[in-house]
């Protein structure tokens, strides 16, 4: 057994591990070291991945740092190998986090495109992020990445590297697309004029100094004329 295989080994077995006796929540450097080892060929194959999903639906609700787009990229392509309804808990977790403030807002877009793809029951999601009126912070978040984009939105709802105009993209994908009502529904959220009203009077209380210029300059030089006063 060569080194990373043991290394591999040993942190699935501490992911695995009950909480108690010495272990806690899930450590985000375990789990990254498992997702960037779980691709074809890699040192985590299909099943181990599937007996770990518990473990990482822990991780989104314990609060864990990791790289949880990449998490969400590998649900969806080794879905099959996961119990019934693997996927939609992950979602589930992810859906709450996202609702709770768990998550930076910059997360909002990765966690959108697999809630929509993942969870049966997304509507309800969508809506309470979309209109709730504690949610304002995400949605300027998610309008902003939106606008600064230049994708259309079905391409915009790509999942990281998996794409559904992708003839290469794997199966699983075809099989979790974003069902036309939920694309609708953002469709009409992002439409550029009411997106752009929702930078407007969002601008003064979300945009932070570290990003204000960025986001200006972006929408200044697709839209020259919106105004965006500090």
Known sequence: ??????????????????????????????????????FPRGAVDADTFARLVPTCVHALDSGAVFDHELLFVRLIEMADACADG???E????????LLTGGF???????????VVRAL????????????????????????????????????????????????????ALTRHPVPDRLRERLARF????VALDRIRTGWKRWA???ECDALRDGIAARWPHVRLDD
């Open 1 to 38: 057994m060569n080194a990373t295989t043991q290394e591999t080994r040993e942190r699935v077995e501490r992911l695995l591990a009950p909480p108690g006796n010495g272990h806690g929540a899930p450590g985000g450097d375990d789990l990254d070291w498992i997702l960037f080892r779980s």
């Open 86 to 88: 693997d996927l939609a």
């Open 90 to 97: 992950a979602a589930r977790a992810a859906a709450r986090r």
């Open 104 to 114: 930076d807002p910059d997360e909002t877009p990765a966690v959108v495109r697999f």
């Open 120 to 171: 049966p029951d997304a509507d309800d999601t969508l809506e309470t992020l979309l209109r709730d009126p504690g949610h304002e912070r995400l949605r300027f978040f998610l309008t902003a990445d939106f606008l600064l984009d230049e994708r259309d939105l079905p391409d915009y709802l790509a999942l990281s590297y998996l794409r559904d105009s992708d003839p290469d993209a794997p199966a």
């Open 190 to 193: 992002l439409e550029p004029e």
């Open 208 to 210: 932070s100094a570290a």
